[in-house]
């Protein structure tokens, strides 16, 4: 958490805005979600402190920062969903992870499924890990975070898959632990 709020600091330049959402009560925040003219790291204080709180108002913030280009945002979103305990998380997060387009934003969707372990957890891990075994797969570290995940979760639907990335040189050592925890 104190990551996150120095980051959002900083971005902010250390301005009284900042100041003010930091120290700021759930209906303020909730008004900033839907404020206009306001920066991105405004938008993500207010978003990231609400989930936090268990605040669902804060859901649909969250899920579109969990499918933002910067890995910081994508992290603290995820981090901050999985307390949320909203039951609509696991679906977005499914549908973020197995987004064809979207694979290069992935893992932190995928990374939130495994600690969710929600029922569409294992599937949306599966498929998604289904299309990255391909040779030379430029996103190698969201199938690599498919296999913890489905190693994770013990999924014994996930055993050709796990077998099959045994063949790819940076994913093997993560498939072979991860058909091991399956028994």
Known sequence: MNDVLERLRAESGQSPEYEALRTAGAD???AALTSAGLPLWARELAAYRLGLAGDRRAFESLVLLLNHRDPPRCAAAAEALAVLGDP????AAAALATNTLRTAYALQPVRLL?????PESA?????????????NDPYWRVALACVEGLGALADPDARELLTRAQSHPRL??????????LG
């Open 28 to 30: 303020d925040l909730a």
């Open 88 to 91: 609509r998380t696991a679906r």
């Open 114 to 118: 495994t600690a969710l372990r929600a």
């Open 123 to 135: 599937p949306a891990l599966r498929a998604t890990l289904g299309r990255l075994l391909s040779p």
């Open 172 to 181: 093997a050592l993560a498939a072979t632990k991860a058909l091991r925890e």
